[in-house]
């Protein structure tokens, strides 16, 4: 089943991240990449990932550097880059943004201090795949996130009927 994900990943050119993995930073402020996210990634390539703080939440988005390249062309397709508005938002969708690629030895990932600490990072992290992308959350402000289970029924039932 593993080589069928992997396979079916890889062709439909888009990786779906499932699960959710905890990891500590060590003293140089790296972490750990989850080995089962690893293993849906294409290993022909070099394994570029995409760091960014996000928009509503307080924890980072990671995607692949092909996940990256469609989000961004769709958001810059639908601007235009002579309204001072519209150059102003790209702008601050491209700011804070950092590459980062798991060493081939631990998989170990240095994401930059600035970035874990604006979402709070002390020592422990959680990886938690959300489909086309992972978020990145620092272990309490994760817990803490965690919607009651009549919320999301209610918000369920509200949004799709």
Do not use: Q
């Not at 092909?66 to 309204?83: D, I, V």
């Not at 289970?149 to 949004?159: D, G, Y």
């Amino acid at each position: 089943m593993e080589n069928y994900v992997k396979s079916f990943a890889i062709f439909a050119g888009m990786t779906k991240f499932v699960g959710e993995y905890r990891a500590k930073t060590d003293d140089k402020g790296r972490l750990v990449f989850p080995s089962a996210f690893k293993s849906l990634m294409d290993s022909t390539r070099p394994m570029l990932l995409v760091v960014k703080k996000n928009l509503f939440a307080p924890c980072l988005d990671m995607f692949t550097y092909e996940e990256w390249e469609r989000e961004s062309e769709e958001l810059k397709s639908r601007l235009n880059f002579f309204n001072p508005s519209h150059a102003a938002l790209w702008r601050g969708y491209m700011r804070g943004r950092a590459i980062v690629e798991p060493d081939s030895k631990l998989g170990r990932i240095m994401v930059p201090r600035t970035l874990l600490d604006s979402i709070g990072v002390e020592k422990e992290v959680v990886f938690a795949g959300n489909d086309h992308k992972i978020e990145l959350w620092a272990r309490d402000r994760y817990e803490s996130s965690a919607m009651p289970e009549e919320e999301f029924t209610a918000l369920a039932e509200k949004i799709l009927g």
